[in-house]
């Protein structure tokens, strides 16, 4: 999960900090099942630890 995140983040890397985010956001709305965003969610709550930032920025918002 964290190297799949992390992987999702870095291509999306040398965007815009802004488009980057929404677009780590809306990959993992399209393209992960519900069971593994809420994984990512609480994870992230946990600390996120070793998460790209853009993924954890992404997850924050998939939270709300």
């Known amino acids: 999960m964290i190297h799949n995140a992390n992987q ?3 291509f ?4 815009p900090r ?3 985010v929404a677009s780590v956001e809306d990959h993992l709305r399209k393209f ?3 069971r593994m965003r809420r994984q990512l969610v ?3 709550a946990g600390g996120g630890d070793g998460l790209h930032d853009l993924a954890i920025a ?3 918002r998939l939270a709300t």
């Open 8 to 10: 999702i983040a870095a």
């Open 12 to 15: 999306f890397a040398a965007y």
């Open 18 to 20: 802004e488009e980057a």
């Open 32 to 34: 992960w099942e519900p």
């Open 42 to 44: 609480e994870y992230v």
């Open 58 to 60: 992404a997850t924050q």
